[in-house]
């Protein structure tokens, strides 16, 4: 069983041996269900925190370039809003399909992904902006601060990665994905399911949407932990990376959405 939900972690590998410092759990793998280690198969460098660590803030950091790039030329009225962010959905959503099903990771298809929901986020962030002054900064100082705080929280082990937890959090997810889904559904018929119209039921849906999110973390993060603990070949930290990088994107999201309903108000 694999301690996420997140579909970037889909194809890690059993195998590796080693004993590097992780995110600060314990190891637990035969009680999680983890990554058994077991002899080295090849003579790849074995993945550090170190790696996990760079190759996160590289991903974020072409994300926050093209965000930045993309939302100044909607807000300048240079480039129309839907003329970055529908390439910019389709190809993130392309390239995380291929990240995900691809057997080994891609650090080049890792930054692409990234630089192309940048462009996304900053194309719909501009947006936003233009409505709400000042509501992008508060929700990337959200988002940042969520994902600090569920550091924390897993670190210091205030929060335990138990199999309970984890079907908690899967379900969760999934139930959060399904009325999602039914809400947009019924929407092309005319029908209001009241998840996405700024009242006190979408601020209700939000607010748990938001911490689901942010107990993903914690699984994406355990997720990391087992590859430092099952020393997988060093360039597993880039799908390490893209599974946080795609939880951040699910988390900013909902907190942009949240901050316009009260926006509304």
Known sequence: M?????PAFRNLPTGGSGNYAGFGQPYQA????????????TGERPITIDDVVTKTATTLGVALVTGFI???????????????ALPGMILGLVLALVVIFKRTPSGPL?????????VFLGALTGVFEAIFPGIAWQAILGTFG??????VV?????????????????GATVGAAVLMLANLVMGLFGVNMGL??????????????IGIAAFSFLLDFEAANEMIRAA??????WLAAFGLMTTLVWLYLEILRLLSYFQND
Do not use: C, H
Not at 30 to 41: D, L, N
Not at 154 to 170: D, E, H, N, S
């Open 70 to 84: 993309s939302a100044w030329l909607v807000l300048s009225g240079q480039v129309q809003p839907f003329a970055l």
């Open 30 to 41: 035969q009680q999680y269900g983890g990554y058994q280690q077991a002899p080295p198969t």
């Open 146 to 151: 969520v994902f600090a705080a569920m550091l």
């Open 110 to 118: 890792v930054l692409a992904y990234s630089a192309a929901e940048g």
């Open 232 to 237: 997988m070949p060093a360039k597993y930290a």
């Open 154 to 170: 897993y670190k210091t082990g205030a929060i335990r990665v138990t199999p309970r937890l984890t079907k908690w959090i899967i």
């Open 196 to 209: 996405r119209d700024g009242g006190t039921l979408a601020i209700v849906f939000s607010l748990v949407v």
């Open 2 to 6: 694999r301690t996420t939900s997140n």
